[in-house]
């Protein structure tokens, strides 16, 4: 079972934890789920969703790639832009997982699989490129990864750190908060 970062701010919350993906995490909180949807639809709420994987590729062939494995065309943003794509099994042509890839800086990026496929997204990464020419590292238990949804979003955001609120849809930022090296993206489908 692993754990969110989060995990100890859950408990202390009196969260009622429930395994999720081979991932312990909260259900609901004191309050009951029909307050939290309440404040989603017409506040802001916050969610854990650290079980999501991260898989960090970068290298100065990273781009190209991941050119030969997406559907999308990354070459249609930039650097801290990012893209809703399709990752491809590159001997079968199927669809491996549907991800966002951050453009987070020149050679590096993050692509953003399903929980419970991060490890066959980091795998068909790996088929895929030619050796030596990128670094492909799964890097899910290095971060929390806490999505700000709701109608009053941004302005709740704009409160505690105004930077990262003033990031647009689809674009990436790193920056720094209270000493940790942080990274926003205006991006979310669910």
Same mark, same amino acid.
């Given at each position: 079972?692993?754990?969110?970062?989060?995990?100890s701010? =859950?408990?202390?919350?009196?969260a009622?934890?429930?395994?999720?993906?081979?991932?312990?995490?909260?259900?609901?909180?004191?309050?009951?789920?029909?307050?939290? =949807? #309440?404040?989603?639809?017409?506040?802001?709420?916050?969610?854990?969703?650290? =079980?999501?994987?991260?898989?960090?590729?970068?290298?100065?062939?990273?781009? &190209?790639?991941?050119?030969?494995?997406?559907?999308?065309?990354?070459?249609?943003?930039?650097?801290g #832009?990012?893209?809703?794509? =399709?990752?491809?099994?590159?001997?079968?042509?199927?669809?491996?997982?549907?991800?966002?890839?951050?453009?987070?800086?020149?050679?590096?990026?993050?692509?953003?699989?399903?929980a419970?496929n991060?490890?066959?997204?980091?795998?068909?990464?790996?088929?895929?490129?030619?050796?030596?020419?990128?670094?492909?590292? &799964?890097?899910?238990?290095?971060?929390?990864?806490?999505?700000?949804?709701?109608p009053?979003?941004?302005? #709740?955001?704009?409160?505690?750190l105004?930077?990262?609120?003033?990031?647009?849809?689809?674009?990436?930022?790193e920056?720094?908060f &209270? $000493?940790?090296?942080?990274?926003?993206a205006?991006? $979310?489908y669910?």
């Open positions: 079972m692993q754990f969110s970062p989060l995990d701010v =859950h408990r202390a919350l009196d009622k934890m429930v395994p999720f993906g081979g991932w312990d995490m909260p259900l609901s909180y004191p309050g009951g789920t029909l307050e939290e =949807h #309440r404040a989603c639809r017409s506040d802001a709420v916050a969610f854990d969703v650290s =079980h999501l994987g991260t898989v960090r590729v970068q290298g100065p062939a990273a781009l &190209e790639a991941l050119q030969r494995t997406l559907t999308n065309d990354l070459n249609k943003i930039q650097p #832009r990012a893209q809703y794509t =399709h990752l491809l099994d590159p001997e079968t042509a199927s669809v491996v997982d549907d991800i966002i890839v951050w453009w987070v800086a020149p050679d590096v990026f993050d692509v953003m699989p399903n419970s991060t490890e066959g997204v980091r795998s068909a990464l790996a088929n895929a490129a030619e050796q030596g020419e990128i670094s492909i590292a &799964e890097t899910t238990a290095l971060r929390a990864v806490i999505a700000i949804q709701g009053k979003a941004i302005e #709740r955001l704009a409160t505690v105004p930077e990262a609120a003033a990031v647009g849809r689809f674009r990436v930022k920056f720094s &209270e $000493g940790a090296d942080c990274i926003v205006g991006t $979310g669910t």
